[in-house]
């Protein structure tokens, strides 16, 4: 039995990653701030007695006795990380710093959650973990991407200078149960609008693609890449290959939910990518053939039976 720490536990991703963990015999300490997890998410989780909640903002030091941490905690969503852009730097930066120093001091090994916006408005297309990116270091979207490179700098440096144990995966656009209604992202977006029969909110003209990745393929690709083998420490990317117009997923989510919801256009947020879409040739070869199973179309419809259950007030609700 392993005791790992996850940071962001109570996030979209990191609930999943706990509930996994746990079924595998671990024993896991899930740290958050909830601003934006939530206790809902690991409701569930709260009887195990292999399971520890702590409150805890990661910019601020932790110390427990742990042998491995996932590092997700950070807003993931636009809204949310623009929302106070200071503190989504500090969370990553400081939060690498704290939890990098943590798993020195117990000799723990630790893997963090990168994201594709390191390659920012990619001009090399698809795009390989080789590619150093195109980001504008002082746009809307800089306090995400430009916290996440520099995360991932320091975990390079904590490796090479201090010989921590490290392992950085870059993740491409994730979806799936437990998403907030709330968060923003364009496909819980599109989901709850047409449940609830309100207009679908296409940013510009709907022409820029994403690579959508179900959240268990993540899950999985995560865990063996910290259990992959020694001296690979990546970074390397997790994301499904398949690549969609924001129009295209628009039709596709009115089509299965047969919603009358009508398509608007809206403002293109600045720095929008164009494109992007992950080559995945290095997961597979180091990752034991990892690749994501779960096509869009079978991603979503749990998606929208989750939104559905929760929408109707069926779903477990915890007020914090
Ligand atoms: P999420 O917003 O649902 O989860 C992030 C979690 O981190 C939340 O529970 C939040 O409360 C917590 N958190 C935020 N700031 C914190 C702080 N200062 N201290 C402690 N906890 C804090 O997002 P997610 O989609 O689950 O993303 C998880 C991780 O994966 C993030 O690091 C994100 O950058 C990365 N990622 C996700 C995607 C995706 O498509 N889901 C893509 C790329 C990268
Ligand atoms: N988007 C959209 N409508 C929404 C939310 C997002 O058209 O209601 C677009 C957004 O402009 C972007 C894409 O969908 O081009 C993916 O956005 P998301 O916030 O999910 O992720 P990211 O931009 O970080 O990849």
Same mark, same amino acid.
């Given at each position: 039995?392993?005791k790992? *720490?996850?940071?962001? &536990?109570?996030?979209?991703? &990191?609930?999943?990653?706990?509930k996994r ?22 409701? =569930?989780?709260?009887? #195990?007695? %292999?399971f520890?909640? !702590? ?6 030091p %932790? ?6 941490i @996932? ?8 809204v ?8 989504? /730097?500090?969370?990553? !930066?400081?939060?690498? /710093? #704290? ?6 001091? !117990?000799?723990a090994?630790? *893997? ?8 920012g ?9 080789? %590619? ?13 991407? =430009? ?10 440096? @904590?490796?090479?200078?201090?010989k921590?144990?490290? $392992?950085?995966?870059?993740?491409f656009?994730? @979806?799936?149960p #437990?998403m907030?209604p709330?968060?923003g992202?364009?496909v ?7 449940? $609830?029969?309100?207009d /679908? ?9 994403r690579?959508?990745? @179900?959240?268990?393929?993540?899950v999985?690709?995560?865990i063996?890449?910290?259990? +992959? ?5 990546g970074? !390397?990317?997790?994301? #499904? ?11 596709k989510?009115i ?5 009358? +919801?009508?398509?608007?256009?809206k ?12 080559v /995945? ?13 779960v096509?869009? =179309?079978?991603? *979503? ?9 929760? *929408? ?9």
């Amino acid at each position: 039995m392993k005791k790992i *720490l996850i940071t962001g &536990g109570a996030g979209f991703v &990191g609930s999943h990653l706990c509930k996994r963990l746990l079924e595998e015999g671990n024993e896991v300490i899930c740290l958050d701030n909830y601003f934006t997890g939530s206790k809902t998410n690991i409701v =569930e989780l709260l009887d #195990n007695p %292999y399971f520890e909640m !702590v409150r805890h903002d990661i910019t601020h030091p %932790y110390f427990a006795e742990v042998d491995e941490i @996932y590092n997700l905690a950070c807003p993931a969503s636009p809204v949310h990380y623009q929302y106070n852009p200071i503190k989504t /730097i500090k969370t990553s !930066v400081m939060g690498a /710093i #704290n939890t990098l120093g943590l798993a020195k001091r !117990v000799k723990a090994k630790i *893997l963090q959650a990168s994201t594709s916006e390191v390659y920012g408005d990619p001009a090399v297309h698809p795009q390989p973990e080789s %590619y150093w990116g195109n980001v504008n270091p002082i746009g809307t979207r800089s306090c995400y991407d =430009e916290g996440k490179r520099c995360a991932e700098t320091l975990f390079m440096d @904590y490796h090479l200078q201090n010989k921590v144990d490290i $392992k950085i995966i870059r993740i491409f656009n994730t @979806y799936g149960p #437990n998403m907030n209604p709330d968060d923003g992202r364009v496909v819980s977006n599109f989901i709850v609008q047409a449940l $609830k029969g309100e207009d /679908i909110t296409i940013f510009g003209d709907g022409t820029q693609t994403r690579s959508f990745q @179900y959240v268990d393929d993540l899950v999985e690709g995560t865990i063996r890449m910290m259990n +992959s083998r020694d001296g690979f420490i990546g970074p !390397v990317n997790l994301g #499904n290959p398949g690549e969609f117009t924001m129009m295209e997923l628009a039709f596709k989510i009115i089509e299965m939910t047969g919603t009358r +919801s009508k398509i608007i256009h809206k403002k293109l947020p600045t720095d929008d990518p164009t494109q992007r879409k992950p080559v /995945i040739d290095l997961a597979k070869k180091e990752l034991n053939g990892w690749e994501p199973k779960v096509a869009l =179309e079978e991603g *979503l419809v749990k998606t929208i039976d989750y939104f559905e259950e929760l *929408l109707s007030g069926e779903a477990v609700s915890v007020k914090l």
